[in-house]
């Protein structure tokens, strides 16, 4: 059993960076790809990004690559989702999930999330 334990959100103005973590207990971390995440108020959870077992590729919504940066360093059991430029529509929950496969539509564990918050 893997837990996901987001952290790093907060309020930010529009054109910040802002870096979550995702820190990981339970398991192999390495044993599993790192997906993210995020929900805003009234919308569908979307996509925004994998990473896979070990770092040596990812995936991107087509919209949010060239902002958002995944990455992960196994030695701490950590993934990191690195946002650019942020902008007032980058405000949402944002999750961390893990999957033994890379490229899924359904993950076995998720984080509880941590709120992003972008003023204009």
């Known amino acids: 059993q893997v837990q996901l334990v987001e952290s790093g959100g907060g309020l930010v103005q529009a054109g910040d960076s802002l870096r979550l973590s995702c820190a990981a207990s339970?398991?192999?971390?390495?044993?599993?790809?790192l997906g993210w995440f995020r929900q805003a108020p009234g919308r569908e959870r979307e996509f925004v990004g994998v990473v896979n077992w070990h770092g040596t590729s990812t995936w991107y919504e087509d919209s949010l690559e060239g902002r958002f940066t995944i990455s992960r360093d196994n030695a701490k059991s950590t993934a990191y989702l690195q946002m650019n430029n942020l902008k007032p529509e980058d405000t949402a929950v944002y999750y961390c999930?893990?999957?033994?496969?890379?490229?899924?539509?359904?993950?076995?564990?998720w984080g509880q999330g941590t709120q992003v918050t972008v003023s204009s």
């Open positions: 999930a893990a999957d033994v496969q890379y490229i899924t539509y359904e993950y076995d564990y």
């Open positions: 339970g398991g192999t971390f390495s044993n599993y790809a």
